[in-house]
């Protein structure tokens, strides 16, 4: 065997090894921290994929918030060794999706706590008026696809604008829902979050997991039957459903009832 072939076997075993796609790997990882610290050593360009996706260059979030580049790699380090430690192997969902929110949760908090505010640039501040204008004029805010129209500007562009031009909401800023009477008692940011039921963190993992069976449970249908399945998810009932694709009713239950009994789902719910 030739020297060039056994080095990229060995770089190829050194992958599987260090995988956190494997889950005897990440397993291995909760019982042996030593094992864990070369597998994240291994595995940094997730971190690197989070922040560039989900949260900004990190050129521009060290000028930022006068950080040093290694002080978001440990942050993403500390995401990860969260992750690993929190995963449940037999939830059927890839580590990486699972580990990005503990990533970008771990980074974002710690931007949160610097207390730096982002200030839009002057594009942005300029979007940022004209989507106001129009909210003002149309008396609600368009979606981001009819405010791109409107103004001739990219969509993303309009997002970031949006992302950065929403005004900071403080804990104990007074809030009051529209719905609510007018001599109703005003409650603050941090009643409201405080009242909320559901656990966010646990809902976006759970997300996650929707996600994960519906990639699976698409490759199975029909795009017709695909398109029942969403229409039914959004919330119409059979009739409205069979009116929208024009057919049966009778074929509208036939096909939710394959959907019900196609293995996946039912492997994955118990």
């Known amino acids: 065997m030739s020297e060039q072939s056994t080095c990229m076997k060995s770089d190829k075993n050194r992958k599987e090894n260090y995988s956190l796609y494997r889950m005897k790997n990440i397993m291995r990882c909760k019982e042996d ?49 969260k992750a690993i430690k929190a995963f449940d192997t037999d939830r059927g969902v890839k580590f990486s999706s699972f580990a990005v929110i503990t990533i970008v949760r771990e980074i974002n908090c710690f931007l949160r706590d610097t207390g730096t505010i982002i200030r839009p640039t002057r594009s942005a501040t300029t979007i940022i008026t004209h989507i106001s204008r129009i909210e003002t004029e149309f008396g609600y805010l368009p979606p981001v696809e009819e405010l791109s129209i409107l103004l001739g500007e990219d969509v993303n562009k309009i997002k970031k604008a949006l992302d950065v031009g929403r005004p900071v909401k403080y804990l104990h800023e007074p809030f009051k829902p529209a719905s609510s009477s007018f001599d109703a008692p005003t409650s603050t940011v941090l009643d409201i979050l405080e009242d909320e039921e559901k656990d966010v963190e646990e809902f976006v993992i759970d997300k996650i997991y929707v996600e994960t069976l519906l990639e699976r449970l698409k490759i199975h249908l029909t795009s017709k039957e695909w398109r029942v399945l969403q229409l039914r998810m959004q919330g119409f009932n059979q009739t409205q459903t069979a009116e929208k694709l024009k057919i049966s009713q009778m074929s509208v239950s036939r096909i939710m009832n394959k959907i019900q009994n196609i293995k996946i789902i039912n492997s994955y719910l118990t």
Do not use: F, T
């Open 33 to 81: 921290s030593e094992y864990m610290g070369e597998v994240i050593l291994a595995n940094e360009d997730l971190i690197w994929h989070s922040v560039h996706k989900y949260i900004g260059k990190p050129d521009y979030l060290v000028k930022q918030y006068c950080l040093d580049k290694n002080d978001i790699l440990q942050l993403g380090r500390l995401g990860i060794i």
